[in-house]
């Protein structure tokens, strides 16, 4: 079950990361990016690369909040240890 939904997080968060690697590197050069002023010195394949990562980092980030957002209630505010393992102030089921 947890696997689904990991699934239901990070492929969405894959495929907008690929479609947004190609769009944006069609119109930028990596060779051409700069960080406080200098030249970014890294290879082509490393700028991808990361940028990759980061694009799948933030689609990832924006697709996990819409699928906590579109939990119920009671999921979200469930407690998973039995009653006797509570911490105080943790409401009884």
Do not use: H
């Not at 799948?56 to 505010?77: D, F, R």
């Amino acid at each position: 079950m947890w696997s689904q939904k990991l699934m239901r997080v990070a492929w969405p968060a894959f495929l907008s990361a690929c479609i947004l690697e190609l769009l944006v590197f069609a119109v930028v050069d990596p060779f051409e990016l700069r960080w406080a002023g200098e030249a970014l010195g890294w290879s082509r394949t490393g700028v991808y690369t990361a940028s990759f990562f980061v694009f799948w980092a933030v689609g990832a980030a924006s697709c996990g909040l819409t699928a906590l957002l579109g939990m119920p209630p009671a999921e979200v505010n469930c407690c998973p240890l039995a009653s006797g393992e509570r911490p105080d102030g943790c409401p009884q089921q």
